[in-house]
């Protein structure tokens, strides 16, 4: 049976009929820009993260930069992101005219720790950005610790993480700003592009993102700063929604899918395969991604079998943001942040989302199985 790395229809089938009739009332009211979905979705929003505000924006890239140009980050300014994560992340920050500064990772987590944060500020520090890798919230207590004691801000990148608990908290919680993004494969997706951008508690920043989000105009046609345009879409709010109240049901049900998994594939030996494990005390981890680490470099070999055999699988992230072809120039050498470039050789994520039966499963659990009884 062959099981597809993600399938969003039978998903989608549960909300189609809200989102017709949904879609219907929009066309009747004609108002797709900052209509009536896109305001009650902040609302609901902010609810669920319990971050003070939410502006909706048009992807997570976007929700991310505006979160960096509320902050005023900019040419000559550096700005602390991880080497391990979707290209975005580093992306807008070079998009600010600012630099990236990348560091290494926890390898237990894939995430950012506060000692790798507190190794890399400079001077020209502007502002931290952990990502909530795969599902997990980063070492936040203590990367808001050591932002404090050097008055620097933190905008969490939660693209991957909205939901993610830890430390008494929930993602958005943390840092000043954060992005969210609501790419069709997050546990919360759109029906395109779409984004969030969270502001714990301050009213100006809130508004400030509010502004910027639409050209830096306040009033209409008095432009106070340059901003973008970078506004959700009226749609996306609609199928956001829909999907909304149904999201703690699919976190569970990605939670149950990843407890099978660690139960049903324990007995691979620790130096052939590590399973991801939850770090985080009283956490919950949402497993956008199940990851696991395959040793030996046998990481392609697994791929390519469990592809023989139908079993849809990747890889997240097959190369560093310090090794890309863009950040030549910003002098990094190969060897330098090596736990981040150990796991892009060692990292394999396999199908975790809540549709998947019983049986699909037990086949992804069978196909791992039956190559690492082959081992050596
Ligand atoms: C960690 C991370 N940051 C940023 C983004 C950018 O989000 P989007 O694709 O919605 O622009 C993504 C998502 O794809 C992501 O996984």
Redesign the pocket.
Known sequence: MPVPMLELAPQNVSVKEQILQGLAGIIDRSSFILGTNVKALEEELAAYSGAASAIGMS??????LVALMALGVGPGDEVIIPTF??F??AGVVARTGATPVFIDLDPVTFNATGALVEAAITPRTKAIMP?H?FGQLAEMPAIMAVAAKHGIPVIE?A??SLGAKGWGKSAGQFGELT?C???P??NLGAFG???MTLVRDDAALAARVRRLRVHGMEPVYVHHEIGMNGRMDEFQALVLRAKLPLLEGWHAGRRRHAQWYLERLQGVPQEQMALPLEAVPDGRHIYNQFTIRVKGGRRDALQAHLKALGIGCAVYYPICLHEQPCFKDLGYRNGQLPESERAAQEVLSLPVYPEMTEAMREEVAQGLLSFFSNAG
């Open positions: 992807s997570g890239t976007d929700a991310l994560t979707f975005a992340t990502v890798l990148d693209c991957q992005g993004s609501f790419y494969t997050k592009d779409a984004g």
